[in-house]
């Protein structure tokens, strides 16, 4: 029982983030993307941005867009509302290991308790014996909720740990990280950068994979 206790804690989410970044070039703004499996009714793309130019360009996470069939622009969520919408749907893969887990233990706890308790009945120090079990089963019991609540901790941190950020992009630099869009079918992702001395934008179109 204790054993199975100790799995309690999931694994994270995103379990191999990609480590291929985009590779500067002379005198152009290189991209890639890797659209990861969906996690609940998020879709998780990794993005990499890299500046082989003189200019200094700013990436706006918010400024980053995926385009549909229909060739709309859909707006990525904010990490937070990510974590939130994975969890809350109850299919982000760290909750649903530890739920797995948490409701496998919890009927061996109830089989186990039960067990002794019915024992306890027609023997002697019955009192302190059901005491023990109930005492037990509550510990436990909390144990697996308290287990759900860190992995969903852990869960969100992680996912806000990998998440683009904004930032400067200067020559010869890379800046890489996750943007989290609703679950669905998309062709194409658009990133708009800014160029931070002049205030123009330049959006660059890559096709979704």
């Not at 890639?32 to 996690?39: E, K, M, N, T, Y």
């Not at 996470?61 to 939130?84: K, M, T, Y």
Request: with cysteine; glycine share 14%.
């Amino acid at each position: 029982m204790v054993a199975v206790w100790g799995c309690a804690v999931a694994s994270p989410p995103i379990k191999h983030p990609p480590q291929v970044v985009a590779t500067p070039q002379t005198g152009h703004l290189t991209t890639s993307l890797q659209a990861g499996s969906p996690v609940g009714d998020i879709q998780p793309v990794y993005v990499s941005i890299a500046n082989g130019t003189n200019e200094p360009y700013a990436v706006v996470p918010s400024q980053i867009f995926a385009i549909n069939d229909a060739g709309e622009r859909v707006a990525p969520l904010a990490p937070e509302e990510a974590a939130r919408q994975a969890g809350g749907a109850g299919e982000l893969k760290a909750a649903l290991g530890s739920a797995a887990v948490s409701g496998l233990a919890a009927g061996a706890v109830g089989a186990g308790l039960g067990a002794i308790g019915g024992a306890a009945l027609g023997g002697a120090g019955t009192g302190a014996v059901l005491g023990s079990v109930i005492g037990a089963g509550s510990g436990m019991l909390s144990g697996a909720s308290r287990g759900q609540s860190k992995a969903d901790q852990q869960a969100s941190e992680q996912i806000a740990g990998l998440a683009l950020r904004p930032e400067e992009v200067h020559r010869n630099f890379t800046v890489s990280g996750y943007v989290f869009f609703p679950k669905g079918e998309y062709r194409e992702i658009e990133m708009v950068l800014v160029n931070r001395e002049t205030g123009d934008t330049e959006s660059i179109r890559q096709p979704w994979r």
